[in-house]
């Protein structure tokens, strides 16, 4: 059984933003960014809310961005 992650008001209004428009998302490292995205992608997948082969969806850090 898979229990469900306990996500923070902020980023439960990042994986529920239903507009359809780019989303860009930035925070600190190790606030769970990807996982927000991966839960997002996952439920608007599911929904129909969201085709994934038009969806762009890229993560990096500072050092690999230099």
Do not use: C, H, P
């Amino acid at each position: 059984m898979v229990s469900e992650m306990k996500w923070t008001t902020d980023q439960q209004k990042i994986i529920d933003y239903s507009e359809n428009l780019d989303l860009l998302v930035s925070a600190a490292a190790g606030s769970g960014k990807t996982a927000v995205m991966t839960e997002r992608v996952r439920k608007r997948s599911i929904s129909g809310l969201g085709d994934i082969s038009k969806m762009l969806i890229m993560t990096f850090t500072d050092l690999a961005a230099q």
